[in-house]
């Protein structure tokens, strides 16, 4: 009898342990990896750069706001605080209904300062907001 059980451990160790319940483990972590990674999905902003030969056609039919580079947001040939972007654009809108908005921004303006100006003109009523760089 001793002969037997030293036989069956020695059996055992030279079988090893049974790696099936590991690999099951690692295909279900290999498919829950690949299922997640089908879902992320990064959102981006798609900016149609115009011409400047459009830009001169269209100046006329929109209504413009500049940023410059520290901040500082004009409205022809005005120096304006963001809280008088809307007032502005509803006062160039009542004169010209069909007119955009167009942000024109230097490179290097404060993303900040431009995202609060296109606020503005939604609340102003305007949805044709263009953007544009110096």
Not at 58 to 82: A, C, H, Y
Request: glycine share 6%.
């Amino acid at each position: 009898m001793r002969l037997r059980r030293r036989r069956s451990q020695a059996e055992i160790s030279t079988h090893g342990i049974d790696l099936a319940p590991m690999l099951d483990f690692c295909i279900n972590l290999l498919i829950f990896f690949i299922i997640t990674a089908v879902f992320v999905h990064t959102s981006g902003l798609i900016v149609n750069r115009q011409t400047d030969v459009q830009q001169q056609e269209e100046k006329s039919k929109t209504i413009q706001v500049e940023i410059n580079s520290n901040g500082e947001i004009w409205m022809g040939n005005r120096l304006i605080d963001v809280r008088a972007v809307r007032a502005n654009v509803e006062r160039m809108h009542a004169t010209n209904p069909d007119a955009g908005v167009l942000i024109v921004a230097e490179g290097d303006a404060p993303t900040g300062v431009l995202v609060q100006v296109a606020d503005q003109a939604r609340q102003a009523g305007i949805y044709n907001i263009s953007f544009a760089t110096r």
